[in-house]
């Protein structure tokens, strides 16, 4: 029988004959965004924003609009719309880039800016273009708050530093208005094209009956334990998330990963109770050996059973180990480990209970306008795809953030979980709001 990547690609290479320049197949992690968002009754995707305040005047949005416009046609992944056709997840490649400054106006005079930029993402129209800017003005801070949101089927969380980078010097540029040369253009298309290709054919190969046997035994215990959404658990008036903050002293050589993964099962055995197997989602993997740098999405998703009976602390020999054995499959992608885990008799249908994101903030330049450094910030609040997430950034210290669906969990129970997961780390002060 086929693998799901080799069902997949059939079916794009039918689908898409002599346009394969116009649409091009996406990666298992790619092809998970946008599935899940044609299954969501809104069709809301899932969204990645960086918010930056500016000093008033700094930004001149004619010319923020063309350094963008620059940006979107250098990459074929920041002018193409993740779409499915004919029952095929694919990336529909625009001829020209298709990109916005937009303005949200207030609701009501004197709006907190954090409330119009929430309002804007919420009303984010999944047909159009995958990379959007939003401007607001701060009357009270004399700021200009930057919103830069990508549609995250489009853009892995390695490519945003990346981003930055690259629209703070195309800011810079002097030749207003001006794209990229068509051979320029027609050459990244083929470095992404074949970068995904690449990637495709890791996870064709990866899927062997072996290694669905490994997965199926490694999460043959997991189930969903969030209950389901309840929108009357929200407060009334309060916003759908929640969220809470720390900064911790930095470890020496920071964090291992399997450290964090244990420092999670404090947060999970607080939220879900003792002696469960909770399914946690992380974002793992890199582009195919000998690829183009392209920026695209190809962090595949993989599951960490979390178990929340008594251990040993963060950084367990245990926890390496099997984090290790898992690292050894990395590149089956995350639908067939889910039919996998299923074809063995478990209940689970893919849902997941928390999600992991690690950022090193070492490599993540600042963003500068024509020499000015904008300041990131944080709107919280906004709608969140799954009942808690974390995401840790580790530097000269650690900046920890957990947020959370006030639809599934209640604030009481968050705080409690967030205090297990600061004291997991290390003791520490924290803030949460």
Request: hydrophobic fraction near 40%; charge should be negative.
């Amino acid at each position: 029988m086929l693998s799901i990547t080799s069902q997949y690609l059939a079916r794009y290479r039918r689908l898409a004959g002599d346009r394969s320049d116009t649409l091009l197949p996406v990666t298992g992690a790619q092809r998970r965004f946008v599935l899940v968002r044609a299954l969501d009754p809104t069709g809301r995707p899932d969204l990645v924003p960086m918010f930056f305040a500016f000093p008033s005047g700094t930004i001149d949005p004619e010319r923020l609009r063309a350094a963008v416009r620059r940006l979107a046609a250098r990459h074929t992944a920041l002018r193409s719309r993740p779409t499915v056709v004919r029952g095929t997840p694919v990336l529909s490649v625009a001829a020209d880039p298709d990109v916005s400054v937009t303005r949200p106006t207030a609701s009501v005079p004197g709006e907190p800016p954090a409330d119009t930029l929430r309002r804007a993402l919420a009303s984010w129209d999944a047909q159009g273009p995958v990379l959007r800017l939003f401007l607001v003005h701060d009357e009270e801070r004399a700021e200009d708050v930057l919103a830069v949101v990508l549609d995250h089927a489009a853009c892995d969380g390695r490519s945003l530093a990346r981003i930055v980078d690259e629209l703070g010097a195309a800011y810079a540029e002097e030749t207003a208005g001006s794209l990229p040369a068509p051979g320029e253009t027609q050459a990244e298309l083929t470095a992404y094209r074949d970068a995904v290709l690449g990637q495709l054919a890791a996870e064709e190969k990866a899927e062997t009956p072996e290694s669905a046997a490994y997965w199926a035994d490694r999460l043959r215990t997991v189930r969903t334990h969030a209950p389901s959404p309840r929108p009357a658990r929200v407060p009334e008036g309060a916003k759908p998330s929640g969220a809470a903050q720390a900064r911790l002293p930095a470890h020496d050589g920071g964090v291992s990963f399997p450290g964090l993964l244990d420092a999670c099962r404090s947060a999970a055995r607080e939220l879900y109770g003792p002696d469960r197997a909770v399914p946690l989602g992380y974002p793992w993997g890199g582009r195919p050996t000998g690829a183009e740098p392209v920026i695209g999405c190809f962090l595949n998703t993989l599951v960490f059973p979390v178990d929340t009976g008594p251990g040993q602390g963060p950084g367990t020999e245990a926890t390496a180990d099997a984090w290790w054995d898992d690292l050894d499959r990395a590149d089956v992608p995350f639908d067939a480990v889910v039919a996998a885990v299923r074809s063995a008799g478990s209940g689970w249908t893919g849902g997941l209970d928390g999600l992991l994101t690690v950022d090193d903030d070492t490599r993540r330049p600042p963003f500068v306008l024509d020499g000015v450094e904008g300041r990131e910030v944080h709107v919280d609040g906004r709608p969140v795809r799954g009942p808690f997430a974390v995401s840790v950034t580790q530097g000269a210290e650690i900046r920890l953030r957990m947020v959370w669906d006030r639809a599934v969990l209640d604030d009481e129970t968050a705080h409690r979980a967030f205090d297990a997961l600061t004291h997991a780390l290390r003791p520490s002060d924290h803030t949460v709001r």
